[in-house]
Every structure is written in C-alpha cells, then in structure tokens.
C-alpha cells in the first residue's frame, strides 16, 4: 500500500478559476501511474472559486473509497458556526482530521481562540495537522509556523494527535525535537520541494530525514506525503526509494502510519498496481 497523506485539490495556476473536477481527475490519473492508493486531501484556510470549501470537496469525492478529506480552518474566520458544521462532518465520517495554517495566516497554534477545535478532534480522534516552516505565499510569516510551537499544543492537549507537515523545513531538528518528546507528535515528509526534487537538495533531504531517525524519533511517527500538485508524486516515490531503509520502516512510512493514524480502512480502497503487484 502506499498512503499519500498530504495533497490538495486546488487550482494554484489560477484561484479565480474553479477546477475541482479537472484537479480530481488529474490527481486519480497520477495515483495510478504511480500506484498510490490512498490520498488525503487537505481543504485550504480560504475559499475562493480555485480553492473549494470542505463540503464542496467531500461531494465532489464523496463516491471515491481511496479519496479522504482532511477540513482546514481559518484561523481569521472561525467561529462557533464552524464548530457545528465539523461536528456534523466529524459525525457523518466525511473528514479525516483538520488542518491549521500559522504563517499563512498570522497565529500561534495556541491560541485560545482555536481551543474549540482541539476540543472537537479530542471528542472524535482525529489528527490535528498543522503546517509548519516556510510558505509557498512570500507574504506568509514564518515566526508563526516554527514548529516549536507545536510543543505547547502538544502539552496543553495531550489527548490530541497533532502533525507537524513538511518536517518544520528549514527547523528539521527542532521538529526532531518536538516529535522526540511528544507521544502525541507525528510530522510528514511532504513540500520539502516545488516540482522535482533537484540532485543536490535531494542528496540534503535524504541526511535529513535519515539523522531523524537515526538518532531516535520513531519511524513510527513519520508518514509519506508528497503536497501534490505543488510537488510531484513521481520525485517523492523516488525519494523514498533513495532513502534505502529497511523495509519495515519503510512500508510505516508509506501507509501503515497513515492508515493508524487517520484510521483509514485500507481494504475498501481499491487496490492499486503497486499493491497488486506486492501480492502476486
């Protein structure tokens, strides 16, 4: 199995333009050249006709057994309405978990003003993801996604399963750090480029990722994401060839922590050729 735990169905070339079903379509062609099983697609922090509302992508896949939808919020605009429509969402199985957006939007993951969305994936056990390290947007403010800040959430709600995306690239080891101390900790592997990994910074993710196991965080807690659109699926799968681990840390980090964590059941999804192959 392979479970893409990081990817979007938004129009990045044009937001003024609604594609929901030519990005679906364009990330089901890609799953399957690359026999990925499972995606979770991750809403954004805003709604604009090129970045559909949560409801909008859960219609939209709601006939797709390997598709899961993972609701992002908006820190500005949360309020008590919202609490009540992911309620519902949490208690129909129509999402898999939130998603947070500090630097994108100007707030610390601690923030009071969020507390009832933690309340709400503690009630349902569901994963927070919360990005984290530098912002595809230039006007993004990075001193609010330092993953440092992920350790106060942490403690504060320990019943909580937080992920810190993208590793906190450039703060790889305070992310270490984070994920380290806390149970309650994941991070995932995506965004770390735009595109194809190049020769030279794949060579820097690699030590990356390998010092992070190597010296004590548990493979267990890291999962394969890849950011599609923004980064390709093709170069991620490579990546993770390259990184030449065993094959038990490796099958963790491909689908089997994303399955536990996102309680995904992985035999209604349809199998793809990777899987297939892997049973013959």
């Known amino acids: 199995m392979i479970v893409d735990c990081h990817t979007h169905l938004i129009n990045y070339q044009d937001e003024a333009t609604d594609d929901l079903a030519g990005c679906l379509a364009r990330m089901q ?15 954004s922090y805003k709604v604009t006709p090129g970045r559909p509302s949560t409801r909008a992508v859960v219609e939209a896949t709601r006939h797709l057994p390997n598709i899961h939808v993972v609701a992002g919020l908006s820190w500005k605009t949360f309020c008590d309405e919202d609490v009540v ?19 994108y939007e100007p707030f610390y993951p601690a923030d009071p003003k969020l ?4 309340r709400l994936a503690e009630e349902f056990d569901v994963p927070v993801m919360i990005h984290s390290g530098d912002t595809y947007s230039p006007t993004g403010k990075v001193k609010y996604s330092h993953p440092l800040n992920v350790d106060e959430l942490a403690v504060d709600f ?13 703060w790889f080891r305070d992310c270490m750090e984070v994920v380290y101390k806390n149970d309650n900790v994941y ?14 910074f794949e060579a820097y993710m690699r030590q990356q990722l390998k ?5 004590g965080v548990n493979p267990r807690k ?23 681990l065993p094959p038990k840390d490796k099958e963790l980090m491909l689908w089997e922590n994303a399955a ?8 209604a999804a349809p199998l793809g050729l990777g899987s297939l192959l892997r049973r013959i």
């Open 158 to 170: 320990p019943k909580v399963k937080f992920l810190i995306c993208h590793l906190g690239n450039p």
């Open 85 to 103: 429509e992911l309620r519902g969402m949490l208690e129909a199985g129509e999402i898999k978990g939130l998603k947070l957006y500090p630097g």
């Open 187 to 200: 991070t995932d592997i995506s965004g770390l480029t735009l595109g194809d990994f190049s020769d030279r």
């Open 211 to 215: 010092e992070m196991i190597l010296w």
């Open 222 to 244: 890291v999962l394969f994401g890849t950011d599609w659109p923004l980064a390709t699926m093709e170069s991620y799968l490579q990546f993770m060839d390259e990184l030449k």
């Open 115 to 118: 507390e009832p969305a933690y």
């Open 29 to 43: 062609a890609t799953m399957r050249r690359n026999r990925v099983d499972v995606s979770m697609v991750l809403t």
């Open 260 to 267: 536990a964590l996102f309680k995904l059941d992985v035999q």
